[in-house]
């Protein structure tokens, strides 16, 4: 039975894919639609700037925010944190 469910949700995932894959031909970035008015292009360090160095970036200010924000460390368990113990049993 679940061999069934598993084929059936198989083949509905490879025509999905496929039926995109064909309505979106890249025959059809040929023409240009109306009212079509491209700016000009990035250059190859705009590129690296706008999806490689902003991501990263913007990743170490939001985890920068949350580290010094963070109270966890400031919540302490003053009665295990501060003991010590010692054995005092002699054999």
């Known amino acids: 039975m679940d061999k069934k469910n598993a084929l059936r949700a198989g083949a ?3 025509g999905t894919t496929l039926m995109m894959l ?3 031909s890249p025959a059809l970035a040929l023409t240009r639609d109306d009212g079509d008015d491209p700016g000009p292009g990035l250059s190859v360090i705009e590129t690296l700037g706008l ?3 902003a ?3 913007l990743f170490a200010v939001i985890a920068g ?3 010094v924000l ?3 460390h ?3 368990d003053v009665t295990s944190s501060n003991l010590r113990t ?3 049993a002699k054999a």
């Open 55 to 57: 991501p990263i970036a």
């Open 70 to 72: 963070d109270k966890s």
């Open 22 to 24: 064909l309505m979106s």
């Open 86 to 88: 010692k054995a005092d």
């Open 12 to 14: 509905l995932a490879a």
């Open 51 to 53: 999806f490689v160095v």
């Open 65 to 67: 925010l949350v580290m």
């Open 74 to 76: 400031q919540r302490k």
